[in-house]
């Protein structure tokens, strides 16, 4: 299973390109696609459906085999436009990491309650369900492993990927 829940690391395809997005957004997106233009899909979920949030995802190329949580920073500053596509906002600590070409669909299929039970317990079936509908490593869970737990990505927040 592609799920990282105590900061351990997730396996990404080499040279995609990643939407990183709090869960708990993909059920607002889920629930309002049908007012989402598919062709200016990303811009539409920033202008319609959060625009009082500078930062509901971060988008990225990436560019290595396996994916460590250490790469997840804290931002406690402000956002420069430069590194604005990098960061997100998250305010549950549960993160997926979707391939571009993938999203919409994977959105579609997306079920916030099912993925709490992924990420915090042994009910994995809805995850091993959605991880065989696509190619090895094209998604990732990733639940912030906590306060004490030597990791930036601990909680909710604004974060910025730093590979």
Known sequence: MNISVNGGQIKLNIDKV???????????????????????????????????????YAKFLNRNNLFSIE??????????????????ATDTGLIVFVEESIFIDFISNSDYDQFVDAATSSKIDYWAMLEAKYTPGDIALVLAAGEDSGYEFSSGGVYKIDV
């Open 71 to 88: 790469f997840i920073q804290y931002l406690d500053e402000d956002i420069d436009s430069s590194d604005a596509a990098l960061c997100f």
């Open 18 to 56: 990643y939407f990183v997005i709090d869960v708990l957004y993909c059920t607002k997106i889920k629930k309002n696609i049908n007012v989402l233009d598919a062709s200016n899909f990303g811009k539409d979920i920033k202008v319609k459906l959060f625009p009082d949030l500078d930062t509901p």
